[in-house]
Structures are given as C-alpha cells and as structure tokens.
C-alpha cells in the first residue's frame, strides 16, 4: 500500500545461486538478447540486479509501446480532470533474466527474459482533495471496488466514498482516534494524495533512476520539477501508481527455437 508515500520496493530479493545454475542462466540470457534482435542480455549469477539491455525484437518493440500507451493514456484522462494539474511522469522499464524459486514457489521460470514497465504520474491539486476526489469519481477513472477497494456500498480503505468521508470527518473518528489512511485502488493503478489531516501523510518524490541509467529507460518527464516546487503553487499533490506490468517475456522454447 501507500506505493506513492513510502519508498518503494526495488527487485525481489533473489537467493544465490550454485555456479552450475548461474553459468546456465548467463548462457541463457546471452542466448536470449541475440534472439531478441539486440545486443547481449547480460544476465547476473544468483538474480543480482544488475539489469539487462532492452529487448528490441519487434515483437517486444510492439508490446512496450502499447504498455507505454496504455499509461500515457490514463495519465492524460487524470490531467484532463479541472482539479489536477500534471507535475511529473516516472517511468522506469527494464528487463532481466529468470525468477529464482522462492519459498512460495520453487517451481522453474519457464521465461529466460522478462521485460516489466513502471510508471508514476504526479499532479498539483490546487482546488483541494474534497473536489479532486468528487471529479475523480464523476469521470469514472477507476474501478473502486473488487478486492482492494471494497465494497461500493459499504466503502473499504481503498474506495471513493470512504475517503470522502474520511475528508467529511476531518481524519478522525467519533471518538477522537485516528481513521485508517484512504487511497483509490483500481486494479491496474492506486491514486493518492497529500493528506490535509495529517502532515507526515504526503506523496514521496520520485525516486531517482540510476545515473547513467545502465541499461535500462529510467526518467521524469519534465525533468528539473520537483516536488517542493508543485506543492508550493499547487498547495496540495497527488499520484497514481501503475502497477508494474511485465509486457513481455521470451521463453526458454522460443529461443530455442530461434537457434535451431
């Protein structure tokens, strides 16, 4: 939760590998970069995070564009609201090389090459959260109900109208005691905003990406705001989160294949 608040989560942690796995899995990956059409995916011993060139075959060039779409898409129906203003676009997409089993699953990645897509969208709120949540809602942007969200009727954590109530009652239940913190959780992105009840509540800058970014695409579309700068002419920022969608795979199949 709160994904835009706290600092968010780098890859899964990954367990060491033997040296036998992890030449195989460098073969793999090297293998798999010259069946996706680039240059070498170099693929780290024991999932260490040392990311991997960008697939450029023109079948994963065609599913990273409609991921990058389908985000730019939604980030411009949130900009188009009369209550936001946009501030920042993140996006990070990288690839690397196969899930190592863990304790939930110690199955085999049947993938020697996934490529994931990760996006933050930030926008000043100078009317308030009250109004930017009642637009939200009449544009229907989201999905607010199904499991993280609640009911519709009864309103969860993760709904409209319980965060409306939540600005209704300032924070606070009847009795004085803090109220859970809202969000809007749609199944495909959270919306999250500077909470005026509580100061140590706020949307977290964006990460930073890596300098140079190795490998991967990492940016802030504009480059150079910050922030600070939002919340000083907008007085309040808000977020959405996309969730992280992994927009192509290469399995271990079909670069066989590729090889034979």
Request: hydrophobic share 30%; aromatic share 8%; with cysteine.
């Amino acid at each position: 939760m709160h994904m835009g608040r706290r600092t968010r989560a780098g890859w899964a942690g990954c367990r060491a590998e033997s040296p036998h796995a992890a030449n195989m899995a460098q073969g793999d990956a090297h293998g798999a970069g010259r069946a996706a059409g680039g240059g070498l995916l170099r693929r780290a011993a024991g999932c260490r995070r040392t990311p991997h060139r960008p697939a450029i075959s023109s079948a994963a060039r065609h599913q990273r564009a409609a991921a990058e779409l389908a985000v730019r898409e939604r980030a411009k129906a949130f900009a188009a609201l009369p209550s936001l203003e946009p501030v920042l676009l993140r996006f990070s997409d990288f690839c690397f090389g196969r899930r190592q089993p863990d304790l939930f699953d110690q199955s085999e990645d049947p993938d020697v090459v996934h490529c994931r897509m990760d996006a933050i969208a930030y926008y000043g709120a100078p009317r308030g959260v009250t109004p930017t949540l009642r637009d939200i809602g009449r544009a229907h942007l989201g999905d607010w109900g199904g499991p993280t969200g609640g009911d519709p009727d009864t309103g969860g954590v993760g709904g409209l109208r319980y965060a409306l109530e939540y600005q209704r009652d300032k924070g606070r239940q009847a009795d004085g005691l803090r109220l859970s913190e809202p969000e809007l959780n749609d199944p495909s992105f959270t919306v999250e905003w500077d909470d005026p009840w509580d100061p140590a509540w706020r949307v977290q800058d964006p990460t930073p990406c890596p300098s140079p970014a190795p490998d991967g695409r990492c940016g802030l579309e504009p480059g150079g705001t910050t922030l600070a700068e939002a919340r000083a002419r907008y007085g309040t920022v808000s977020s959405v989160t996309f969730r992280s969608r992994e927009y192509w795979t290469l399995s271990r199949q079909e670069w066989r294949r590729s090889h034979t």
